[in-house]
Protein backbone atom coordinates (compact mmCIF):
# COMPACT_ATOMS: atom_id res chain seq x y z
CA UNK A 1 0.00 0.00 0.00
CA UNK A 2 1.17 3.14 -1.27
CA UNK A 3 -0.04 6.58 0.04
CA UNK A 4 0.64 9.73 -1.16
CA UNK A 5 0.36 12.66 1.72
CA UNK A 6 -0.61 16.03 -0.17
CA UNK A 7 1.30 18.85 2.48
CA UNK A 8 0.56 22.36 2.10
CA UNK A 9 2.17 25.37 4.35
CA UNK A 10 -0.25 25.60 7.09
CA UNK A 11 -1.52 22.19 7.63
CA UNK A 12 -2.75 20.94 11.16
CA UNK A 13 0.41 19.07 12.57
CA UNK A 14 -1.46 16.51 14.03
CA UNK A 15 -3.80 15.65 11.44
CA UNK A 16 -0.29 14.75 9.58
CA UNK A 17 1.70 13.35 12.40
CA UNK A 18 -0.56 10.60 13.81
CA UNK A 19 -1.92 9.27 10.32
CA UNK A 20 1.56 9.42 8.67
CA UNK A 21 3.37 7.40 11.78
CA UNK A 22 0.65 4.89 12.47
CA UNK A 23 0.19 4.09 8.75
CA UNK A 24 3.70 3.32 8.49
CA UNK A 25 3.57 1.02 11.83
CA UNK A 26 1.29 -0.36 9.46
CA UNK A 27 3.97 -1.24 6.62
CA UNK A 28 2.09 1.44 4.39
CA UNK A 29 4.42 3.18 1.90
CA UNK A 30 4.03 6.56 3.02
CA UNK A 31 5.58 9.34 0.67
CA UNK A 32 4.77 13.01 1.44
CA UNK A 33 5.01 15.86 -1.15
CA UNK A 34 5.29 19.43 -0.90
CA UNK A 35 2.32 21.17 -3.17
CA UNK A 36 4.54 24.20 -2.96
CA UNK A 37 7.58 22.42 -4.27
CA UNK A 38 9.85 23.60 -1.54
CA UNK A 39 10.93 20.77 0.82
CA UNK A 40 10.16 22.30 3.98
CA UNK A 41 6.56 22.59 4.91
CA UNK A 42 5.64 24.81 7.19
CA UNK A 43 2.70 23.79 10.04
CA UNK A 44 -0.03 26.14 11.44
CA UNK A 45 1.87 25.95 14.70
CA UNK A 46 5.21 25.95 14.38
CA UNK A 47 6.20 22.74 13.55
CA UNK A 48 7.96 22.25 10.01
CA UNK A 49 7.51 18.60 8.08
CA UNK A 50 10.70 18.21 5.56
CA UNK A 51 8.43 16.39 2.52
CA UNK A 52 10.18 13.72 0.14
CA UNK A 53 9.48 15.09 -3.46
CA UNK A 54 7.57 17.92 -4.42
CA UNK A 55 4.40 17.03 -5.78
CA UNK A 56 4.65 17.97 -9.48
CA UNK A 57 7.83 15.44 -9.45
CA UNK A 58 5.48 12.40 -9.43
CA UNK A 59 3.11 10.30 -11.14
CA UNK A 60 -0.69 10.24 -8.54
CA UNK A 61 -1.13 7.23 -10.51
CA UNK A 62 1.60 5.07 -9.01
CA UNK A 63 0.02 4.92 -5.40
CA UNK A 64 -2.94 2.95 -4.25
CA UNK A 65 -4.11 6.33 -1.84
CA UNK A 66 -3.81 10.59 -1.52
CA UNK A 67 -4.23 12.15 2.14
CA UNK A 68 -4.78 15.69 2.88
CA UNK A 69 -4.60 16.69 6.01
CA UNK A 70 -6.44 20.14 7.66
CA UNK A 71 -5.63 23.07 8.64
CA UNK A 72 -7.23 26.32 7.85
CA UNK A 73 -4.37 27.92 5.88
CA UNK A 74 -3.15 24.63 4.71
CA UNK A 75 -6.49 24.10 3.04
CA UNK A 76 -7.05 26.86 1.57
CA UNK A 77 -3.58 26.26 0.05
CA UNK A 78 -4.54 22.71 -0.90
CA UNK A 79 -7.76 24.29 -2.64
CA UNK A 80 -5.92 26.83 -4.42
CA UNK A 81 -3.47 24.47 -6.79
CA UNK A 82 -4.69 22.82 -9.74
CA UNK A 83 -2.20 20.00 -9.12
CA UNK A 84 -3.81 18.88 -5.86
CA UNK A 85 -7.18 18.59 -8.16
CA UNK A 86 -5.78 16.64 -10.68
CA UNK A 87 -4.17 14.00 -8.02
CA UNK A 88 -7.21 13.67 -6.24
CA UNK A 89 -9.43 12.96 -9.58
CA UNK A 90 -7.21 10.68 -10.90
CA UNK A 91 -6.96 8.48 -8.02
CA UNK A 92 -10.72 9.06 -7.35
CA UNK A 93 -10.86 7.87 -10.77
CA UNK A 94 -9.07 4.79 -10.69
CA UNK A 95 -11.16 4.11 -7.37
CA UNK A 96 -8.31 4.24 -5.10
CA UNK A 97 -8.57 5.44 -1.72
CA UNK A 98 -8.98 9.39 -1.21
CA UNK A 99 -8.58 10.65 2.78
CA UNK A 100 -9.66 13.93 4.17
CA UNK A 101 -9.25 15.10 7.26
CA UNK A 102 -10.63 18.24 9.30
CA UNK A 103 -11.17 20.97 6.52
CA UNK A 104 -9.60 18.80 4.15
CA UNK A 105 -12.82 17.51 2.92
CA UNK A 106 -13.62 21.15 0.87
CA UNK A 107 -10.62 20.08 -1.17
CA UNK A 108 -12.67 17.04 -2.24
CA UNK A 109 -15.42 19.15 -2.21
CA UNK A 110 -14.33 21.38 -4.94
CA UNK A 111 -12.95 18.68 -7.03
CA UNK A 112 -16.62 17.34 -7.58
CA UNK A 113 -16.01 14.07 -5.95
CA UNK A 114 -18.41 14.01 -3.02
CA UNK A 115 -21.70 14.84 -5.01
CA UNK A 116 -23.07 10.89 -4.12
CA UNK A 117 -21.07 10.51 -0.67
CA UNK A 118 -21.69 10.95 2.99
CA UNK A 119 -18.83 12.80 4.91
CA UNK A 120 -17.90 14.76 7.40
CA UNK A 121 -15.55 17.41 8.15
CA UNK A 122 -14.38 19.53 10.95
CA UNK A 123 -17.22 21.63 12.29
CA UNK A 124 -18.58 25.15 10.64
CA UNK A 125 -17.49 23.94 7.15
CA UNK A 126 -20.25 21.74 6.53
CA UNK A 127 -22.20 24.50 4.91
CA UNK A 128 -19.60 24.48 2.31
CA UNK A 129 -19.46 21.12 1.77
CA UNK A 130 -21.17 19.16 -1.72
CA UNK A 131 -22.02 16.13 -0.90
CA UNK A 132 -25.08 13.58 -0.90
CA UNK A 133 -25.08 13.49 3.12
CA UNK A 134 -23.38 15.15 6.17
CA UNK A 135 -22.63 13.43 9.03
CA UNK A 136 -21.28 14.40 12.70
CA UNK A 137 -19.71 10.83 12.91
CA UNK A 138 -15.87 11.13 13.82
CA UNK A 139 -14.82 9.41 10.74
CA UNK A 140 -17.03 8.60 8.12
CA UNK A 141 -16.55 5.31 5.58
CA UNK A 142 -17.81 5.82 1.94
CA UNK A 143 -16.52 3.34 -0.73
CA UNK A 144 -13.45 4.64 -1.54
CA UNK A 145 -13.37 7.73 0.54
CA UNK A 146 -12.60 8.30 4.39
CA UNK A 147 -13.46 11.58 6.12
CA UNK A 148 -13.16 12.67 9.60
CA UNK A 149 -13.71 15.20 11.53
CA UNK A 150 -10.78 17.23 13.47
CA UNK A 151 -7.63 16.87 15.12
CA UNK A 152 -9.12 15.13 18.32
CA UNK A 153 -10.31 12.34 15.85
CA UNK A 154 -6.48 12.08 14.24
CA UNK A 155 -5.65 8.61 15.62
CA UNK A 156 -9.60 6.86 14.61
CA UNK A 157 -9.52 8.36 11.46
CA UNK A 158 -5.54 6.38 11.17
CA UNK A 159 -6.87 3.36 12.62
CA UNK A 160 -10.14 3.24 10.63
CA UNK A 161 -8.00 3.48 7.16
CA UNK A 162 -5.52 0.84 8.27
CA UNK A 163 -8.70 -1.11 9.59
CA UNK A 164 -10.39 -0.65 5.87
CA UNK A 165 -7.09 -0.40 3.63
CA UNK A 166 -4.74 -3.47 5.38
CA UNK A 167 -7.35 -5.14 7.11
CA UNK A 168 -9.07 -5.39 10.85
CA UNK A 169 -6.61 -7.34 12.42
CA UNK A 170 -3.45 -5.38 11.16
CA UNK A 171 -5.82 -2.13 12.36
CA UNK A 172 -6.37 -3.93 15.97
CA UNK A 173 -2.32 -4.96 16.54
CA UNK A 174 -1.29 -1.31 16.00
CA UNK A 175 -4.47 -0.01 18.25
CA UNK A 176 -2.95 -2.47 21.30
CA UNK A 177 0.75 -1.38 20.41
CA UNK A 178 -0.17 2.55 20.98
CA UNK A 179 -2.53 1.75 24.01
CA UNK A 180 -5.44 3.14 22.24
CA UNK A 181 -8.91 3.53 23.60
Excluded at 88 to 113: F, T
Excluded at 139 to 144: C, L, S, W
Aim: net charge negative.
Amino acid sequence: MQILVLLADGFEETEFVVPVDLWRRAGFKVTVASVSGESLVKGAHGVNIQSDIALGKLEPTDFDAVFLPGGGVGVQNLKASAAVENTICSLNDDNKWVLAICAAPLVLSKARILIDRKVTCYPGCEAELVCREFSEERVVVDGNIVTSRGPGTAEEFALKCIAVIGGVEISEKIKNQIVAR
